[in-house]
């Protein structure tokens, strides 16, 4: 199992970033497929998951500003971040399954301004 994510950056308060992550490894279309994020001194925390049925969830942190997609033809899976905030800031990771999943090295994230 590979997970590669990618996409992170610098960005003020209210800005927008699109996060990819691309699978290999496995049957990705069958997958349910997690983001999470781990800022610094807290708990990984699960954001969103896409089932393989296509039927979606959110924390509340998020609900309403990040959109999880999946492209089963690409074996990728994203996260369109918007209106964010500074304590989204946070390195983000895609897991495979579950949220104690297989995981990449994640993608760096950090709103400021």
């Known amino acids: 199992v590979q997970l590669q994510a990618s996409g992170g950056g610098l960005v003020q308060p209210g800005g927008s970033l699109r996060l990819s992550c691309t699978a290999s490894?496995?049957?990705?279309?069958?997958?349910?497929m997690y983001w999470l994020r781990q800022a610094p001194g807290k708990e990984l925390e699960d954001i969103s998951y896409?089932?393989?049925?296509?039927?979606?969830w959110y924390s509340d942190s998020v609900k309403g500003r990040f959109t999880i997609t999946r492209d089963n033809a690409k074996d990728t899976v994203y996260l369109q971040m918007n209106s964010l905030k500074p304590e989204d800031t946070a390195r983000y990771y895609c897991?495979?399954?579950?949220?104690?999943?297989?995981r990449g090295q994640g993608t760096q994230v950090t709103v400021s301004s």
């Open positions: 897991a495979k399954g579950s949220i104690y999943g297989p």
């Open positions: 490894g496995f049957p990705f279309s069958d997958s349910w």
């Open positions: 896409i089932t393989s049925a296509d039927t979606i």
